[in-house]
């Protein structure tokens, strides 16, 4: 069990581990500018990975990012990945262009939306469940003929995902009818621990990750002043980004997490998840999400497609 203690940055967390990060192939969604999967990018940069690949839709926050690290961190090599989530053209179309010999050792499925409006992917699914969850499934499987022995997989979900189960009757929330922004990125969330969940019941290392609240990030650009203090408790300890992305770093290259795959990591301890992130629910979803997808993913076979 890893000895981190709450508050500890990925800037330290990353010293203590940085033997095991080195010259690994890191792959990480999400890091536009201000958000934990542009941390977690840099932090990781500083101990020497063999590549960084960055996912992000924005070409011109993925330039910013991979600009921020050409600067800092001249001497480690980065590829940048065109990636809409809420696409599985895209999706399928960003795993293809990876150069054939890549091997990824970790996998870091960060990209995320936080209580937006009601709206839909390309794909017709209600967006946040869309792009936290139904993409990164995809995207994972996708991926799965490129991913090295014994890698793993970091899924960044929320304390969120304990305001809710998985809305099984309508994923859409009747097509927007009943749609509320917080349940629905409870919905999401609960998601990203079943899909961890899944994968470790089929022997892949996989994490969910809680990093904490941490202000200010893109993640909150839907949200009105204030609004954010509504939903977390009076006096809550708010982290900073460096600290939020710790747990990352944890998840993804303590060699102490191996001996509990599936777990859940709240700002950086491992925690319980809420009673409806159980095997029955993560098999269901896992079904669910393959019908969703268009296609079967079992990695313990090498099958996706």
């Known amino acids: ?5 709450h508050g500890k940055p990925a800037t330290e967390v990353v010293v203590e581990l940085a033997p095991y990060i080195a010259g690994k192939t890191v792959l990480i969604t999400g890091v536009t500018p201000s958000t934990l999967g542009a941390e ?5 940069a500083s101990a020497h990975p063999s590549i960084l690949i960055l996912a992000t839709r924005s070409p011109t926050a993925l330039a910013a990012t991979l600009a921020t690290l050409a600067a800092t961190h001249p001497t480690v090599a980065t590829h940048g990945l065109h990636l809409d989530l809420s696409s599985l053209a895209s999706i399928r179309a960003a795993a293809a262009s990876l ?16 209580a937006a409006t009601f709206r839909r992917t390309a794909d017709g699914l209600e967006e946040t469940l869309g792009v936290c969850h139904v993409g990164h499934f995809a995207l994972t499987a996708a991926l799965w003929p490129r991913m090295a022995p014994r890698a793993r997989v970091v899924n960044v979900t929320s304390a969120a995902h304990k305001r809710g189960d998985v809305n099984w009757e309508s994923l859409d929330f009747d097509g927007g009818e009943s749609y509320e922004k917080w349940q629905a990125y409870a919905q999401a969330k609960t998601a990203n621990c079943l899909f961890t969940r899944g994968l470790a019941r089929r022997g892949v290392l996989s994490f969910a990750v ?10 909150s650009r839907e949200l009105e002043a204030g609004e954010i203090e509504k939903v977390v408790p009076a006096g809550y300890q ?3 980004q460096s ?5 990352y770093v944890i998840a993804g290259f303590d060699p102490a997490m191996e001996g509990c795959n599936g777990a859940y990591l709240a700002e950086g301890v491992v925690a319980e ?7 029955e629910n993560a098999e269901r979803l896992w079904r669910l999400t393959e019908e969703l997808v268009g296609m079967k993913f079992e990695p313990e076979s090498g099958l996706a497609g």
């Open 99 to 114: 150069p054939a010999d890549i091997r990824i050792d970790v996998l870091i499925n960060n990209a995320a939306v936080m």
């Open 40 to 44: 977690a990018a840099l932090s990781i």
């Open 210 to 219: 809680h990093p904490g609240g941490v202000g200010g990030t893109a993640l």
């Open 273 to 279: 998840m809420a009673e409806w992130v159980n095997d």
């Open 243 to 247: 600290e939020g992305a710790a747990g």
């Open 1 to 5: 069990m890893n000895t981190y203690v």
């Open 238 to 240: 708010w982290r900073t």
